[in-house]
């Protein structure tokens, strides 16, 4: 299968912690980005993350690339209810067609 | 900023007949366009590259004669499921990068629609 991994499949924190998922792929990449989905909705993106950067920050969201490793984490810190939802890399190898890993369905109970 | 629509955001249909979902660039041309699928609880699959002009492609596995593919104009792919069965019941997604010529620039998806087929 082309699809990236993503873990942990699912992660339920209490508000206010920290959040973080893992996401690795197979093959070389021009960007990765992640992105949420709500239950039944269609995707938000969140960050982008090109292959010669490192880190990402945007808000309460950081992301880390190690192309080395073919991986990347989202970190989502004080987490709030409303950030219950499932999240999705997807990765770019420079064709716009996109492989979207597996996903972390995230729960943060208030 | 750059929309992509679809339509209809959800349809029933019954077991044997096909339906059409479009998918529209909004404010910017797109030669591109993806179409994804995504079961329950699943991730997306990429189904198919629209292309403007030409013939779509299709990935490994996927039916051609089962999704048909048209890229009308420049704003505007559609996709029909033909003959559609349960098994189709689904979440079609589509997305358009708004520039080609440059890697710098993200896609945009559509909002999805919800295949049910009974």
């Known amino acids: 299968s082309q699809q990236g991994e993503e873990d942990p499949q699912a992660l339920s924190i209490q508000e206010g912690e920290n959040a973080t998922m893992n996401c690795s792929y197979k093959t070389s990449i021009n960007n990765l980005q992640w992105y949420r989905q709500n239950s039944g909705r269609g995707l938000v993106h969140l960050i982008l993350?090109?292959?010669?950067?490192r880190e990402k920050h945007s808000g309460r969201l950081r992301v880390t690339l190690d192309t080395s490793k073919k991986s990347s984490s989202l970190l989502i810190t004080a987490s709030r209810a409303a950030d219950t939802a499932s999240y999705f890399c997807?990765?770019?190898?420079?064709?716009?067609?996109?492989?979207f890993g597996t996903g972390t369905r995230l729960k943060v109970l208030a | 900023g750059a929309v992509v629509s679809q339509h209809p955001s959800w349809v029933i249909c019954k077991s044997g007949t096909s339906v059409k979902i479009e998918c529209r660039s909004l404010d910017f041309q797109a030669t591109t366009m993806f179409w994804y699928r995504q079961f329950p609880k699943q991730s997306l699959m990429l189904m198919a590259t629209s292309n403007e002009g030409s013939k779509a492609t299709y990935e490994q596995g996927v039916e051609k004669d089962k999704f048909l593919i048209n890229h009308a104009s420049l704003t505007l792919s559609t996709l029909t499921v033909t003959s559609a069965h349960p098994e189709d019941s689904s979440f079609y997604i589509c997305?358009?990068?708004?520039?080609?010529?440059?890697?710098?620039?993200?896609?945009?998806f559509g909002p999805g629609t919800r295949l049910t087929v009974l």
């Open positions: 993350i090109r292959s010669n950067e």
């Open positions: 997807a990765t770019d190898s420079g064709t716009y067609k996109y492989i």
């Open positions: 997305s358009a990068p708004r520039d080609l010529a440059t890697s710098t620039d993200t896609q945009y």
